[in-house]
């Protein structure tokens, strides 16, 4: 038996919206089933990549934490079969999200992941958004150049990436970028100060989500703004954070639209 559900670890978000979709299965049945998916997926690779028939896979059981809406804790057990058969439930529900005003085309957009470890590549990527933010000038400089002053200290995942087993990072040490330099001192902004930026706060709501969609390059300015992210591209060698990165970014535009908040969890 594979234990645990850290086959799918991932800092989450989820932008709240009521929707007839959330009526019909509630949004933490709908998030354990993605999750579940993903997990019994993850498991399929790896096993199909080392030669093992499919119907043993689908037997293969793995333990799973369930959380309650209160946040209680619950383990069970799925074989990879029983937890795809869940899963399934999802497709006639994902047929209703699509007209959702939410950026993407797939299904239950309002809900999204960024999973772990978080690769070199993406933090470097993340670190260009203040180069790129700087390089834009006005507005968006100005809140690169607020970001030492406002006491993030990215302590969290600064801890998080002491875990030996590097679950959550590639890297041992941070990105960073320079804002400021003159003759006698250079600022730095790191990827972890940039990591709690975007995600230290629960739930991302009003000037919180204005100050971070500066940063990624959106015109909070003209009638009417326009809050789409400019981001910088992505390396030639492409990274699958940096792609889960820009996702987060175009749903926290298609936050601030709705003229609603974000809930996350690391």
């Known amino acids: 038996m594979l234990s645990d559900n850290s086959v799918f670890m991932a800092i989450e978000y989820l932008i709240h919206r009521d929707c007839t979709v959330k009526e019909a299965l509630q949004i933490e049945k709908i998030v354990t089933r993605i999750k579940l998916r993903s997990s019994a997926r993850a498991i ?8 093992v028939a499919e119907e043993e896979i689908r037997a293969t ?6 959380f309650g ?34 950026a993407g085309t797939e299904p239950f957009r309002c809900y999204g992941s960024i999973s772990y ?22 507005t968006s400089a100005s809140v690169v150049e607020r970001i030492p002053g406002i006491g993030l200290k990215g302590a969290a995942f600064e801890a998080m990436r002491k875990d030996a087993t590097g679950t959550y990072f590639e890297s041992r040490e941070p990105a960073s970028v320079t804002i400021r ?12 100060q940039l990591l709690e930026l975007l995600f230290g706060t629960c739930p991302l709501e009003g000037r919180h989500i204005m100050l971070i969609l500066l940063l990624a390059g959106a015109d909070l300015t003209g009638e009417p703004p326009h809050p789409e992210p400019l981001l910088p591209p992505a390396p030639a060698d492409d990274d699958a954070r940096i792609e889960e990165f820009v996702r987060f970014f175009e749903r926290l535009s298609s936050t601030y639209l709705l003229n609603t908040s974000m809930g996350v969890d690391f």
Not at 117 to 138: N, V, Y
């Open 44 to 51: 399929m690779q790896h096993f199909s990549e080392a030669g």
């Open 61 to 66: 059981t793995f333990s799973y934490t369930l």
């Open 69 to 102: 809406p209160g946040g209680e804790e619950r383990r069970t057990q799925f074989t990879v079969g029983q937890a795809l058969d869940l899963a399934e439930e999802l497709a006639p529900l994902g047929k209703q999200c699509a007209d959702c005003p939410i």
């Open 117 to 138: 470890p978080i690769s070199a590549a993406g933090e470097r990527w993340l670190c260009s958004l203040c180069t790129a933010a700087i390089e834009k000038g006005g």
């Open 181 to 192: 330099k003159n003759m006698f001192t250079k600022e730095t902004i790191t990827s972890s």
